[in-house]
């Protein structure tokens, strides 16, 4: 009975990793590897029933705990990076020196 | 079918570990790396090590990314694009020569979970049968890691303070270039910047609430790691990255300055090098009471009350020490503004 | 018996949650609608999906564990959300369809940063 919800959960991971490697940007693939935690969380807890372990929850807790701060980290270092050097994404294209901020 | 999703998931970790080779956008590759760390730990919990795991997620969830973005603010986002057409060849030989090792060495690998191989066979129903008789706790793989390989861990602990120690010299040097005077317009704007910079994401009401809310928790969440790491998966090394976690979650929420003027970096320095102090002092403690180093039985007059005493000991020791050398790495990228 | 029909019912919906959600991050035209895809796996999705374990947990630690999950999930994940579109917010991304009516004012829109928190978090929740 586990298994429809695991292996439901690993489709999305998969599709959640096509989001993160399109983009278009970066706050797509931010939002992605977010919501990959999240169904981290909820593949770690099937598993761990799936599995028999239930005192690996643990785990689940852990990333449901703290998964978030690397989101605030990212809001941070949005406000304090200069305001013209964010628009696109260069992953596509060429990287030229404007994209280079920080200095 | 644990075959089958551990197959998918390393699937989706090389596609990851190929987008991250290939983006040069350095931002791009900090997330992806997050969601490499993510897929790694699921890796690890299929195949049931789930103290692997743990850490894996302590570190990945948060730490590194935040670090990551630290190092970027500091040097920039986009890779320098740098080819000489020698030296590209030169590692393409080096890679496919090893790819063409690994490759090969694989002929040599047992099959998944064979019971005949010698890893099966040699220490580890050793360390299984003794666990139970000797140091009574359920979780085999802290016995193992605190008490029958202590000297390992100690070794770590000590990799971990020379890697603090290494950074916090890297950080502490002042930059000899930018020595011309600054002009008092110039110093203005760097001063309100400073300010600016300071605040943290006090200006932003819900995360501010919710990660004022959450901290408690989290600090409780890792003491219960730390302490329970002799009943299930936890120990030292992941409490220290959770507890680390937290006060970082105050730093960025509060301003990096704050949560200097909480924990300030005496103190840090003092947990850095205190506890490993504290986990050797344990293993001169037990040579002072006629043991063997870090022979815990001798602590106490139960053999296994020693066990346990010496386990809890340097265990916390470890939190001690990841926890400072973790915040003081992060200060050390948070305090630095630019090169 | 009736328990684990309904734990199966649950976890199935839970995983048929997940998975419109997943298809709906890759399908929806603009970041900011991808935020509500994403947000549907993680509240509805995780709900039910760990409704359907405890119900399998019975009264344990377990249980106990999983309610604390869910807490935490249900806590963080919005707020992580929300973090995110301020940060979108703030780096200019516009939600699309809305250019007209955001140029109507543009004045307020990218000069006014320091207070721009006010701005993320009338937006999006």
């Known amino acids: 009975m586990y298994y429809v919800a695991t292996i439901a959960t690993l489709i999305t991971m998969a599709l959640a990793l096509v989001r993160a490697l399109q983009g278009p940007s970066v706050y797509d693939r931010v939002l992605a590897a977010n919501m990959f935690g999240t169904k981290a969380v909820l593949l770690f807890s099937i598993i761990a029933f799936l599995y028999g372990r239930p005192d690996f929850l643990d785990l689940a807790l852990t990333y449901a705990l703290i998964n978030f701060i690397g989101v605030f980290a990212i809001l941070e270092f949005i406000r304090r990076r200069p305001n013209d050097a964010i628009e696109d994404d260069v992953t596509k294209g060429d990287v030229n020196d404007d994209n280079v901020v920080g200095r | 079918m644990t075959i089958i999703f551990g197959v998918f998931l390393l699937t989706l970790m090389v596609i990851t570990a190929l987008a991250i080779v290939h983006t040069q956008h350095l931002f791009v590759a900090v997330i992806l790396s997050g969601i490499f760390s993510l897929l790694m730990a699921a890796n690890f919990f299929l195949l049931d090590a789930a103290d692997v795991a743990l850490t894996e997620a302590a570190i990945g969830a948060g730490i590194s990314t935040v670090l990551f973005l630290g190092a970027l603010t500091l040097t920039g986002e986009a890779e320098r694009y740098r080819s000489s ?54 979780n085999v793989v802290t016995a193992v890691l605190a008490s029958f390989r202590g000297y390992d861990t100690l070794g770590e602990v000590f990799v971990v303070l020379t890697a603090g120690i290494g950074i916090l010299f890297l950080f502490s040097a002042t930059p000899t270039r930018r020595k011309k005077p600054q002009t008092e317009q110039e110093s203005e704007v760097e001063s309100t910047a400073e300010i600016k910079f300071g605040e943290g994401l006090r200006h932003f009401l819900i995360p501010q609430v919710v990660g004022r809310l959450l901290i408690p928790f989290i600090l409780l969440f890792g003491l219960y790691v730390q302490f329970h790491g002799d009943y299930g998966p936890g120990g030292g090394f992941q409490a220290g990255a959770i507890i680390a976690a937290a006060i970082i979650l105050y730093a960025l929420l509060e301003g990096e300055a704050r949560a200097l003027r909480v924990i300030p970096q005496w103190v840090l320095t003092g947990m850095m090098a205190g506890g490993a102090i504290l986990y050797s002092a344990v293993g001169v403690v037990c040579m002072m009471l006629d043991g063997n180093f870090l022979e815990y039985s001798v602590l106490a007059a139960d053999p296994i009350t020693g066990q346990h005493i010496g386990i809890i000991v340097i265990e916390a020791g470890v939190g001690i020490t990841v926890t400072g050398v973790l915040l003081s790495i992060f200060h050390a990228f948070a305090g630095r503004r630019r090169f | 018996m009736a328990l684990d029909i309904a734990s199966w019912v649950l976890l199935s919906m839970g995983g048929l949650f997940v998975f419109i959600g997943g298809v709906g991050v890759l399908r929806m035209p603009d970041f900011y609608t991808r935020i509500h895809a994403s947000s549907l796996t993680d509240t509805m999705g995780a709900i039910l999906i760990i409704l359907g374990i405890m119900l399998q947990a019975g009264a344990s630690l377990a249980a106990i564990k999983l309610a604390m999950i869910l807490l935490f999930l249900l806590i963080t994940s919005p707020t992580a959300t929300n973090a995110l579109a301020s940060a979108a917010l703030l780096a200019g991304v516009r939600p699309c369809g809305t250019d007209p009516v955001m140029s109507a004012d543009k004045g307020i829109d990218l000069d006014t940063n320091a207070d721009a928190g006010s701005l993320g978090e009338g937006k999006d929740t």
């Open chain 2, 85 to 138: 057409s020698v030296n590209r060849v030169v590692a393409l030989g080096v890679v496919a020569a090893i790819t063409l090792m690994v490759i090969y060495a694989t002929f040599d690998k047992p099959a998944f979970g064979d019971p005949q191989t010698p890893v099966q066979q040699h220490v580890a129903p050793w360390y299984i049968d003794t666990t139970a008789n000797d140091i009574d706790i359920p």
